[in-house]
């Protein structure tokens, strides 16, 4: 309140308490036989604690000196069993990223196998199935139709899968690859730069998108259906699937002959662009938080 108004019957000096840097007023000193002071009052300053006594007491003019300034740099101490929970976290933290080299070639090698497995399969074991499928659409009618479906779901897949192979392998024939290799080691090596990492997004786009449309002819040819004409709607989503294939086909082609150039290029500038770009990559995954739901998507891709 105002010196002179009612209020609450305090009043101001004029001068104010002393303000810290932020403006706001200092605790006052504990009175004598307080004890000492509480928790609250005492600051952590690189794992010691020291009181606000001792702070102000530090902080007054007559006390500074040279002799005093070494004094408690040589004697002070560290207390950490205050923040052991802390402590313990930040050395888990360090075992952790200890560990992470050795999981992480564990989780490559199995990702390795995976993806042998999965190009394995395609000249394999989906030709001997193509064929089982066949056969069973070629004899079933002789031994009559049992069930209502001539070929099971996964049959009628393997029959368009292999389809889709045969076809985009005499599309691909069409494609002249010693003409792409020499237009592409013709270009720039700035020019070069941009499209691999033009074709790097378009791959990771293609790919997402290419899952669904195999994931909707597949569905298409394979949900039940109650009208004959129903049938007709697997054609459009079996051209797409084919068109996508033969794109994403020439798609790595290309990002394949760019690498090619890069390695046998006499200038080694091009390859150096390239494996700087993977560090930009990694620098923007690194700075960010990650649950492990994300960080198991982020592993498969």
């Known amino acids: 309140a105002a010196p002179g108004s009612g209020g609450d019957g305090r009043q101001d000096s004029g001068r104010g308490e002393p303000k810290t840097l932020w403006g706001s007023s200092e605790p006052r000193p504990p009175a004598s036989g307080a004890g000492q002071p509480s928790p609250q009052q ?45 402590y313990t976290e930040r050395r888990e933290r360090v075992y952790t990223c200890m560990r992470i080299p050795k999981e992480l070639e ?57 389809v889709i192979l045969v076809i985009c392998y005499f599309m691909m024939h069409y494609v002249d690859y010693s003409m792409m290799y020499h237009l592409i080691r013709g270009q720039a090596v700035i020019k070069l730069y941009i499209i691999y990492n033009m074709l790097e997004v378009a791959d990771r786009l293609i790919s997402s998108f290419g899952q669904d449309i195999l994931d909707a002819l597949y569905w298409t040819a394979t949900e039940p ?7 007709i709607g697997v054609i459009p989503h079996f051209f797409m699937a084919v068109l996508y294939v033969f794109l994403h086909a020439i798609l790595i082609m290309v990002q394949a002959t760019t690498l090619n150039v890069a390695f046998n290029s006499h200038n080694k500038s091009l390859l150096t662009i390239m494996m700087s770009n993977n560090f930009v990559e990694i620098k923007g995954s690194v700075f960010k938080k990650f649950e492990k739901n994300n960080l198991f998507q982020m592993s498969n891709s």
């Open 42 to 86: 005492r600051t952590e300053t690189l794992g010691f604690y020291e009181s606000d006594r001792g702070r102000r007491k530090k902080r007054s003019l007559s006390d500074l000196s040279l002799l005093r300034f070494i004094s408690a740099e040589l004697t002070r101490g560290y207390f950490l069993e205050h923040n052991e929970a802390k």
């Open 225 to 231: 259906k109650e009208r004959r004409r129903a049938h």
């Open 106 to 162: 564990k989780l490559m090698v199995f990702g390795i196998f995976l993806c042998l497995d999965a190009f394995l399969y395609v000249f394999t074991l989906l030709p001997l199935r193509v064929f089982l499928a066949m056969f069973r659409f070629i004899t079933l009618p002789c031994y009559g139709l049992r069930d209502r479906r001539l070929l099971q779901p996964a049959q009628v897949c393997d029959i368009l899968k292999g």
